[in-house]
């Protein structure tokens, strides 16, 4: 599996963004993606995940009712959705696919990862 974001860019507070990830491969033997970040200096952290099949959804506490993700099927492609972002939304976020069977908000759960994508919020 091959995963590509994109839609990171440089944002006002309040503001919002669309992330893509593109999938490409074996996206049928995927499980689950997932959208993980990493601000400068901090570890990687869980942001959000969609199943493939059946849709269900997970989030981080911190994203919780600002971000939503969502997938296409027919497109192969996840999106996360990021309104009223903040000053500490700013990271480089990757989307990931895990052929398992989770725990989805685990990195290590994952098999493939894609490059990141940055977002920057600025006050």
């Known amino acids: 599996v091959q995963l590509q974001a994109s839609g990171g860019g440089l944002v006002q507070a309040g503001g919002f963004l669309s992330l893509s990830c593109a999938a490409s491969?074996?996206?049928?033997?995927?499980?689950?993606i997932g959208w993980f970040r990493q601000a400068p200096g901090k570890e990687r952290m869980f942001v959000a995940a969609v199943t493939w099949i059946g849709g269900s959804t997970y989030y981080a506490d911190s994203v919780k009712g600002r971000f939503t993700i969502s997938r296409d099927n027919a497109k192969n492609t996840v999106y996360l959705q990021m309104n009223s972002l903040q000053v500490e939304d700013t990271a480089v976020y990757y989307c990931?696919?895990?052929?398992?069977?989770?725990?989805?908000?685990?990195?290590?759960?994952?098999?493939?990862w894609g490059r990141g994508t940055l977002v920057t919020v600025f006050q």
């Open positions: 990931a696919a895990d052929i398992g069977l989770g725990p989805l908000r685990i990195g290590s759960s994952y098999d493939y």
């Open positions: 491969g074996r996206t049928s033997s995927a499980y689950g």
